[in-house]
Every structure is written in structure tokens, then in C-alpha cells.
């Protein structure tokens, strides 16, 4: 265990929550739920969970990068940051679908989730890793990636309402809902071997994002560039 605390933050879906872990490896648990306003409802838990930090105070910050609430993730992101900062240490983000309730004693997974505008997208874990990156694709493509996780006895799971996925009736009611957290997120972290730790700490903390931002061409004639 660490000589000094670990604060772990997880809002990538509307179920957040905060963990402070202590050297003796006591863990001290707040969570909140907001469909919107993660950015006005961290702050008093973080508060609480700081303000009850023995010295020699946080010696590492880890915050959970998603795939989820693109808004929801930077917001933890950034509070990670500033902790980070006023405490002088450094801050992790890593993927928060590593850290789901089916991951228990690091079993394989496939993680789906709607990506809107017709599209989907899937991610394979197995011993707190991803096989596959999370990769965007259509319907079909969804089917085929839930039907071959099914197909191997592998657990299927999803933070939204499986009822929005377009799937046969048959292989919809393998699909469970489950929810990363902060807890579970610290489990992942010292579930991983070190060489990726260290790949994760040697990369800027933001979401994972899995597709550019749409973008509305400009109606006014002279915003539009000049071809």
C-alpha cells in the first residue's frame, strides 16, 4: 500500500462516485447521481473526502476516462487536476469500463454502449484490460460482437437501457446494465500490471472520445471559407 492516500474519481455515467483510500487500505466512499450537473454536485463530496484526508494528505490522484457522459468525464477529469495541483501529485485517467461489476476476479467482457446517429459501440476486457480498444460500428456489427460474446459464455454489459440497443429479443435479454465506480476503478488500478500503469500515467488525463465532434457548417457566406 501507498505511504499516502489515493483519491479515485468516477463520473463517466450518471451514477458517480469518489473513494479515498488510506495507507492502511481503508476505503472512505461518497457517490451521487446526476443526469446533468456532475459539475455542481462533486464538489461538496470531494469536499468532505479531502477535508478528511490524515497527512501525509494525497500522493496520487486516479479519475476514470470513460467511454460515457463526455461532460460527465471531463468534469471529473478536472477536479482530479486540480487536487492533483494542491497537493503537488500526480494525476492517472484510465479507462472506466476496466472497472465494472462483472470484472470480478479479471473475467472477460464485452462492454457496449449507443453512440447515437445510428451508430454503436463495443469493447472487449478481460483481466482488467482491454482486448479491444472501444470501436465504433453499425447495427449489424453490434449484433455480430453481442451474439459471439454470448456465443462464448462471456457476460454482456452496458451502462444505458439495453431496451435502446437493436438487437433480436433473444440476445437483448443477455445485456446488463452495470456502472463503473470508484472503488471498483481502484480495484482495476492495482489489478494492472505495472507496464501498463506506467503507459497510463505517461498520458495527459482526458476522455476517451470516440468520434470527432460534430460539426454545422457555418450558414453566413462570409464565415464559410473560400474554396
Request: net charge negative; charged share 15%.
Amino acid at each position: 500500500m501507498p505511504e499516502t492516500s489515493v483519491l479515485v474519481i468516477e463520473t463517466s455515467t450518471p451514477t458517480a462516485s469518489l473513494a479515498l483510500i488510506d495507507p492502511t487500505g481503508t476505503i472512505d466512499q461518497k457517490s451521487f447521481t446526476s443526469d446533468r450537473s456532475h459539475n455542481a454536485l462533486i464538489f461538496p463530496p470531494l469536499g468532505e473526502l479531502i477535508g478528511s484526508t490524515p497527512p501525509p494528505g494525497i500522493g496520487l490522484v486516479l479519475t476514470g476516462s470513460g467511454p460515457g457522459s463526455y461532460s460527465g468525464t471531463r468534469v471529473g477529469i478536472s477536479a482530479a487536476q486540480g487536487v492533483a495541483i494542491s497537493h503537488g501529485c500526480p494525476v492517472v485517467a484510465f479507462p472506466s469500463i476496466l472497472a465494472l461489476p462483472q470484472a470480478e476476479n479479471g473475467a472477460p467482457y464485452l462492454v457496449i454502449g449507443d453512440a447515437r446517429r445510428g451508430s454503436f459501440w463495443t469493447s472487449q476486457i478481460e483481466g482488467f484490460a482491454l482486448r479491444t480498444e472501444p470501436s465504433l460500428t453499425d447495427a449489424d456489427g453490434l449484433q455480430e460482437a453481442v451474439s459471439a460474446a454470448v456465443a462464448a459464455g462471456h457476460p454482456v454489459v452496458s451502462f444505458e437501457d439495453p431496451a435502446r440497443f437493436l438487437l433480436p429479443s433473444e440476445i437483448l435479454e443477455r445485456v446488463r446494465l452495470g456502472f463503473p465506480t470508484a472503488p471498483l476503478l481502484w480495484r482495476a488500478w492495482t489489478s494492472t500490471n505495472e507496464e501498463t500503469r506506467a503507459r497510463w500515467s505517461a498520458e495527459p488525463p482526458q476522455p476517451m472520445y470516440l468520434k470527432p465532434p460534430h460539426i454545422t457548417p457555418a450558414k453566413r457566406s462570409w464565415l464559410q471559407p473560400k474554396i
